[in-house]
T-cell receptor, first 112, second 115 residues
Framework: KQEVTQIPAALSVPEGENLVLNCSFT??????LQWFRQDPGKGLTSLLL?????REQTSGRLNASLDKSSGRSTLYIAASQPGDSATYLC???????????FGTGTRLQVFP | ETGVTQTPRHLVMGMTNKKSLKCEQH?????MYWYKQSAKKPLELMFV???????ENNSVPSRFSPECPNSSHLFLHLHTLQPEDSALYLC??????????????FGDGTRLSIL
C-alpha cells in the first residue's frame, strides 16, 4: 500500500530564504508525482507535475526533483516571499489509474 | 477562478438531514473526482467518474451517494451522516487521455459540519 510522507510538517522562514520541502513515498512504482499548493479555505492548485521518466520540473522560482528509485521528491522554492505562505502537498499516482495518494502536507509561513 | 465551482461553500446539517453537494467544471474535462480532507489527515479519494461512469469507489460508506449526470456536473448526496464526516469536501476534474495522467484541477471545496 502506497504511503506518502512529507517533512517538515510546518516551516517558518524569513522572506528571501531558499527552502526545500521533502516528500517520500514507499512504493517506487509510480506514474507521476504532483506538487500542489493549498491556501486557507481554498482548494488545491497544481504547481508542478513530474512524470516517472523525468528527473525534475521547473516553474518560475519553483523546482521539483524526483528520485523514483529512492522514493523521494523535493520542492525547492527560491527567494521565498510572504505570498508563498500556504500548505504544500505532494501526491503520487500509479500506472493506469487516476488515483492520487496524498501526503499530509507542509505548512509554510514566510514572514517579512 | 479554477474552472471548477463547488456549492455550497459551507454547510451545517444535523445527522438526520439529507443534503447534496454540487460540483460543476467549465474546463471540458471528462473525469471528475470527490475527495475528503479531514483535519490532520491526508486528502482521501472517495469517488472517480470517467465519461460519467463511476470507476472508483474507495470503500466509502453508503451514506455518501455520488451522481454524475454528465461530464460537467458531479453531485454528492448526503444522508444520515455522522459527526466524523465533518470535513472539507473537494471536487476535481481532469482530462483523461491514453497518455500520461493530466493534472487534476480542484474546486475550493464545501466545508461540511455535522451537528
Amino acid at each position: 500500500k502506497q504511503e506518502v510522507t512529507q517533512i517538515p510538517a510546518a516551516l517558518s522562514v524569513p522572506e528571501g530564504e531558499n527552502l526545500v520541502l521533502n516528500c517520500s513515498f514507499t512504493d517506487s512504482a509510480i506514474y507521476n508525482l504532483q506538487w500542489f499548493r493549498q491556501d486557507p479555505g481554498k482548494g488545491l492548485t497544481s504547481l508542478l507535475l513530474i512524470q516517472s521518466s523525468q528527473r525534475e520540473q521547473t516553474s518560475g522560482r519553483l523546482n521539483a526533483s524526483l528520485d523514483k528509485s529512492s522514493g523521494r521528491s523535493t520542492l525547492y522554492i527560491a527567494a521565498s516571499q510572504p505570498g508563498d505562505s500556504a500548505t504544500y502537498l505532494c501526491a503520487v499516482s500509479s500506472y493506469n489509474t487516476d488515483k492520487l495518494i496524498f501526503g499530509t502536507g507542509t505548512r509554510l509561513q514566510v514572514f517579512p | 477562478e479554477t474552472g471548477v465551482t463547488q456549492t455550497p461553500r459551507h454547510l451545517v446539517m444535523g445527522m438526520t438531514n439529507k443534503k447534496s453537494l454540487k460540483c460543476e467544471q467549465h474546463l471540458g474535462h471528462n473525469a471528475m473526482y470527490w475527495y475528503k480532507q479531514s483535519a490532520k489527515k491526508p486528502l482521501e479519494l472517495m469517488f472517480v467518474y470517467n465519461f460519467k461512469e463511476q470507476t472508483e469507489n474507495n470503500s466509502v460508506p453508503s451514506r455518501f451517494s455520488p451522481e454524475c449526470p454528465n461530464s460537467s456536473h458531479l453531485f454528492l448526496h448526503l444522508h444520515t451522516l455522522q459527526p466524523e464526516d465533518s470535513a472539507l469536501y473537494l471536487c476535481a476534474s481532469s482530462q483523461r487521455t491514453e497518455g500520461p495522467n493530466q493534472p487534476q484541477h480542484f474546486g475550493d471545496g464545501t466545508r461540511l459540519s455535522i451537528l
